[in-house]
């Protein structure tokens, strides 16, 4: 079945014969109902009456004539009841051949052959046959049009058992068969968009109707008719041209006095003629033999004498949001029939959304809304989110129509008063004339602290609430937009897992009847720190109520080590209650690689004078012992722990003095207190031990020296 047929049909078929045999052309149209294939031969010919003749086409046998009789056993399916020769052949030296009921798919090469009884060739001929498909069908439409007739008539009788398909551009539109009329449903885009008529086949009219027009709708159409065999009885295209209409773009903000809907011409007009502005099939203004008929309440203008300006602009005043959409002004001669048409589509916009920020506990905030339009009979209505703002706590100022100020007074503010109002402005029926929308951020006033200094095994994240809530509310705590803890009812469930994959947070039992929505963060890492809210929200998703603490997890104290040169080796202390897994730790001496342990692998960076125990570090110990001390090896040493991601874990840092051999000396340690003025120590220690070591907290000062006795 050749479905998929150009449509302009030009067959070319290559035959290679010896030059003995003539090749003849036989061009016919689609609509004919046969065509002749023509073979005479001449009277010198001598043809005896036992004589073969067959005609084939490629492989298939078209028609046979033998022992003077038409073998039509012998045809291929395709041929039978199809083809017809003269009774006498030989006598008349005639073995043309009629090919009836013809279809697109006979177009090719055709061999005639005449044997003698030995089975050898006498004569032959080729004919080409080239079925040519009809013109294509030119349609033009312009958009907005309610639909459009791709024309399709036929004149001879058809079977009832064809099928009948109509395409646009390769994609089924519609079907026909046995009694069937369906429309394709591919996608939306067709969608009951496509008719024909009913018993098409009897009234031999395969038109089509498209509907709801598109610009995507141009292209070629075709229509094809199979026989119940699938072979193809009839072809038509027709190409679809969905022209737009001359449309200009005009956009105004709400508010403004009026606008232009410009429409200029170059040629005169008659006198006589009709001009119609209209607006989605009402019209808005009439211009006829100088009378002005303003349609929409006196609110339209078109220009004096319009004809000998040629200027059939319209101007719209005091403009409502109702008025967006495409305005179309035609012109008709006196006997009703359209000479010009152009179409402007306004956009009336509303102006920019306001802001309007202010703090939680504030008695009252104002929503501005103010307009110079005058407008009586009208409803005015304020939403929240497309809900009715709550009655008792909203307030609009007296007499708004006369002042024109629609602006509303918010008060005892919440939360969750936080989002988009708009108050729209509806006539007497039910009409919108003006909108406006306010976006109101209603912010928290104060912003906890909570401060830890990493190590410790938790913290308390507040929030203690005054008013209890119904059992249906769900609680969400987020760091950082990321949910570490759910608490609803049946659902108390930890978002944050250590690498022992052990819940490391926790609410109380029962948080909503204690009022107690604190969160327990276990397991403090530095990458903790930052910022943690806490929201609860109704069982249809609205926010109710919300609180935000900022953790501070801090470095803990630093650790002092003091040691004197010449010793073997000193030990940085650094030892953790955590389980350590799949981690990296890195020492650094003021900045400078000393030592990394990765992976049960231990890399020394200064000539292997560093070393960490493998052993010791599951158990959480990641002290460094550094050997052969150096005057230089003073300084701060940071052991910084890393995940396997690459985020900071833990950290701590250990001061090192090592100070020169002098084993008479009285090492004197003095703490002073930043915060007393007179700077009396508040400790001193004296050792004549190589090495002290002590840990010192903020605020403090340390001084170190050494005398010989």
Same mark, same amino acid.
Request: net charge negative; charged share 25%; aromatic share 6%.
């Given at each position: 079945m050749m479905e998929d047929q150009p449509h302009s049909l030009t067959s070319v078929c290559l035959i290679v014969l010896s030059s003995d045999y003539p090749v003849e052309m036989v061009e016919v149209e689609q609509e004919e109902k /046969?065509? %002749?294939?023509?073979?005479?031969?001449?009277?010198?010919? *001598?043809? /005896?009456?036992?004589?073969?003749?067959?005609?084939?086409?490629?492989?298939?046998?078209?028609?046979?004539?033998?022992?003077?009789?038409?073998?039509?056993?012998?045809?291929?399916?395709?041929?039978?009841?199809?083809?017809?020769?003269?009774?006498?052949?030989?006598?008349?030296?005639?073995?043309?051949?009629?090919?009836?009921?013809?279809?697109?798919?006979?177009?090719?090469?055709?061999?005639?052959?005449?044997?003698?009884?030995?089975?050898?060739?006498?004569l032959q001929k080729v004919?080409?046959?080239?079925?040519?498909?009809?013109?294509?069908?030119?349609?033009?439409?312009?958009?907005?049009?309610? /639909?459009?007739?791709?024309?399709?008539?036929?004149?001879?009788?058809? /079977? %009832? *058992?064809?099928? %009948?398909l109509w395409r646009h551009e390769k994609v089924t539109v519609h079907a026909y068969q046995r009694g069937q009329n369906q429309s394709v449903l591919i996608g939306q885009d067709y969608e009951g968009r496509t008719e024909m008529k009913k018993d098409p086949l009897n009234n031999k009219d395969f038109s089509l109707t498209l509907k709801d027009?598109?610009?995507?709708?141009?292209?070629v159409y075709t229509c094809?008719?199979?026989?119940?065999?699938?072979?193809?009885? &009839?072809?038509?295209?027709?190409?679809?041209?969905?022209?737009?209409?001359?449309?200009?773009?005009?956009e105004v903000t709400q508010g403004e006095k009026s606008v232009l809907l410009p429409f200029r011409i170059k040629d005169d007009l008659p006198v006589d003629v009709t001009l119609l502005w209209?607006?989605?099939?009402?019209?808005?203004?009439?211009?006829?033999?100088?009378?002005?008929?303003?349609?929409?309440?006196?609110?339209?203008?078109?220009?004096?004498?319009?004809?000998?300006?040629?200027?059939?602009?319209?101007?719209?005043?005091?403009?409502? &949001?109702?008025?967006s959409g495409v305005y179309t002004c035609t012109v008709y001669n006196k006997d009703g029939h359209m000479l010009l048409q152009k179409s402007v589509t306004l956009s009336v916009r509303v102006p920019e959304v306001?802001?309007?920020?202010?703090?939680k506990g504030v008695q009252s905030v104002l929503l501005p809304f103010t307009t110079d339009i005058k407008i009586q009979d009208v409803t005015a209505e304020w939403k929240h989110e497309d809900r009715k703002v709550p009655q008792g706590r909203a307030e609009m100022k007296k007499d708004p129509l006369r002042t024109g100020d629609f602006s509303l007074t918010l008060k005892d503010l919440h939360l969750t008063d936080s989002g988009v109002y708009t108050c729209t402005v509806y006539n007497k029926d039910g009409h919108m004339l003006l909108q406006k929308s306010v976006t109101l951020s209603v912010k928290e006033y104060q912003l906890e602290m909570v401060e830890v200094t990493q190590g410790k095994e938790f913290v308390l994240l507040p929030f203690k609430i005054k008013e209890g809530f119904t059992q249906d509310v769900k609680v969400e705590w987020k760091h950082k937009n990321k949910m570490v803890h759910e608490y609803q009812i049946g659902k108390d469930q930890c978002h944050l897992k250590g690498q022992d994959q052990k819940q490391r947070t926790e609410m109380k039992k029962d948080p909503l009847n204690t009022k107690d929505l604190s969160l327990t963060l276990k397991d403090l890492h530095l990458t903790d720190s930052g910022v943690y809210t806490c929201t609860v929200y109704n069982k249809d998703g609205h926010m109710l109520l919300r609180k935000s603490v900022t953790l501070s997890v801090r470095v803990p104290e630093v650790q002092m080590v003091e040691t004197v040169k010449g010793v073997q080796s000193v030990l940085l202390p650094f030892t953790t209650d955590i389980k350590l897994q799949d981690v990296t730790a890195e020492w650094k001496h003021e900045d400078r690689k000393v030592h990394i342990y990765q992976r049960d692998q231990n890399q020394s960076y200064i000539q292997r004078r560093t070393e960490v125990k493998?052993?010791?570090?599951?158990?959480?110990?990641?002290?460094?012992?550094?050997?052969?001390?150096?005057?230089?090896?003073?300084?701060?040493?940071?052991?910084?722990?890393?995940?396997?991601?690459?985020?900071?874990? &833990?950290?701590?840092?250990?001061?090192?003095s090592v100070r020169g051999e002098c084993y008479s000396c009285?090492?004197?340690?003095?703490? %002073?207190?930043?915060?007393?003025?007179?700077?009396?120590?508040?400790?001193?220690?004296?050792?004549?031990?190589?090495?002290?070591?002590?840990?010192?907290?903020?605020?403090?000062?340390?001084?170190?020296?050494?005398?010989?006795?």
């Open positions: /046969s065509v %002749l294939l023509p073979f005479k031969v001449t009277e010198e010919d *001598d043809i /005896s009456q036992d004589v073969k003749v067959e005609w084939k086409r490629q492989n298939m046998i078209v028609h046979v004539y033998q022992n003077n009789e038409h073998q039509h056993l012998l045809q291929d399916q395709d041929y039978r009841d199809r083809t017809e020769m003269n009774e006498d052949p030989h006598r008349t030296k005639d073995f043309s051949l009629k090919l009836k009921d013809l279809q697109l798919s006979d177009h090719g090469g055709y061999t005639c052959t005449v044997y003698n009884k030995d089975g050898y060739i006498l004919v080409l046959l080239n079925i040519t498909v009809l013109q294509v069908e030119m349609v033009e439409v312009t958009q907005g049009e309610k /639909s459009v007739l791709l024309p399709f008539r036929i004149k001879d009788d058809l /079977s %009832l *058992d064809v099928t %009948l027009l598109r610009l995507t709708d141009r292209g094809t008719v199979h026989n119940k065999d699938g072979h193809m009885l &009839l072809q038509k295209a027709v190409t679809l041209s969905v022209r737009v209409l001359q449309v200009e773009m005009v209209r607006h989605e099939n009402v019209t808005v203004h009439t211009y006829q033999r100088d009378q002005y008929q303003p349609d929409i309440q006196g609110r339209t203008e078109m220009n004096k004498d319009p004809l000998t300006t040629k200027d059939l602009s319209l101007t719209l005043k005091d403009l409502h &949001l109702t008025d306001q802001m309007v920020e202010t703090v493998n052993e010791q570090i599951k158990n959480g110990d990641l002290s460094l012992t550094l050997k052969d001390l150096h005057l230089t090896d003073s300084g701060v040493y940071t052991c910084t722990v890393y995940n396997k991601d690459g985020h900071m874990l &833990l950290q701590k840092s250990v001061t090192l009285l090492s004197t340690l003095q703490i %002073l207190s930043e915060k007393d003025p007179i700077k009396q120590p508040v400790m001193q220690v004296k050792s004549k031990s190589n090495q002290i070591t002590f840990i010192v907290t903020s605020h403090v000062q340390v001084h170190w020296y050494s005398t010989c006795e």
